[in-house]
Nanobody, 122 residues
């Protein structure tokens, strides 16, 4: 019922910035909390952050300090992940996800995007 399409990934040098976008579509898409996960080579998938369906509450993983920010455009039903001061350790496949709540998105999701590659060169 919910389709998620990521965009904005690519190759960037260390210290650079990228903004990922995820467009959600489907009849019930606007009722889901949206978030981001990532999986680096050889590592487990980890939650990056999430934002409520209203767009009034959001969180970002403490391990990412203040470098990553999640926002949502309700008019376009799109969630964004703004990434700054990128490091090679941030290289991963980033996945957009939809879930029933922000809490759910700390560990899993109901719907997943295909994922998009972010590569940070040293």
């Amino acid at each position: 019922q919910v389709r998620l399409v990521e965009s904005g990934g690519g190759l960037v040098q260390a210290g650079g910035s990228l903004r990922l976008s995820c467009a959600a579509s489907g009849r019930t898409a606007a009722s889901y909390a949206l978030g981001w996960f990532r999986q680096a080579p050889g590592k487990a998938r980890e939650s990056v952050g999430a934002i409520s369906w209203r767009g009034d509450t959001a969180w970002t993983a403490d391990s990412l300090k203040d470098r990553f920010t999640i926002s949502r455009d309700k008019s376009k039903n799109t969630v964004y992940l703004q990434m700054t001061s990128l490091q090679p350790e941030d290289t991963a496949v980033y996945y957009c996800a939809a879930g029933a709540s922000i809490t759910i998105l700390s560990r899993g999701a109901r719907y997943w995007g295909q994922g998009i590659q972010v590569t940070v060169s040293s």
